[in-house]
């Protein structure tokens, strides 16, 4: 029973030392220790006040929970950056009364990311989500936050799976 014993305690400590850079969530960060997400400028036709400012933070606050690297102001060995390019609202579905029935809320990024460890991960590319909700509420307090922490969940996400999850 003793040998059983110390036979599972090396069998878990190999298959957790082997996993290297991984992460759980299947994030290869290789041997990048430090992360930077510049400043995500908003240059929207539709300008909403702090939206640049929260995605960025958003971006930023999952890479801190999904790796094990550390946030840096500059030097990162991976860098984001980009700008908001779209913030649109438009009806989707109309009433017989030609009102929108629904409106649909669209937020696009661009993104470059840089990875000094490993040239050839460099990108930029588009990312884009929505968010439908009735026509006739309005979109701010509660409709407008739970629109944002949504579409930013989807966007930010979907940027992490391009820059770190190599499956």
């Not at 949504?150 to 979907?158: G, H, K, L, Y």
Request: glycine share 4%; with cysteine.
């Amino acid at each position: 029973m003793k040998h059983v014993k110390h036979f599972l305690i090396l069998t878990v400590t190999i298959t957790v030392l082997s996993c290297g850079a991984y992460s759980f969530t299947g994030a290869d960060t290789g041997d990048a220790e430090t992360y930077q997400v510049n400043y995500f400028q908003n240059n929207a036709v539709l300008i909403e006040p702090g939206l640049d400012r929260d995605f960025t933070n958003t971006l930023a606050d999952l890479i801190q929970n999904q790796t094990n690297l550390s946030l840096v102001s500059s030097n990162g060995d991976l860098v984001y950056e980009g700008e908001i390019t779209e913030y649109r609202i438009s009806p989707t579905t109309a009433t017989a009364n030609n009102t929108a029935a629904q409106n649909r809320l669209t937020i696009s990024v661009n993104v470059r990311f840089y990875n000094k460890n490993k040239e050839d991960d460099y990108f930029e590319r588009a990312f884009s989500f929505y968010k439908d909700y009735e026509g006739s509420a309005q979109l701010v307090g509660s409709t407008k936050t739970t629109a944002f922490e949504e579409i930013f969940e989807r966007i930010t996400q979907d940027i992490f799976n391009a820059s770190l999850a190599n499956w």
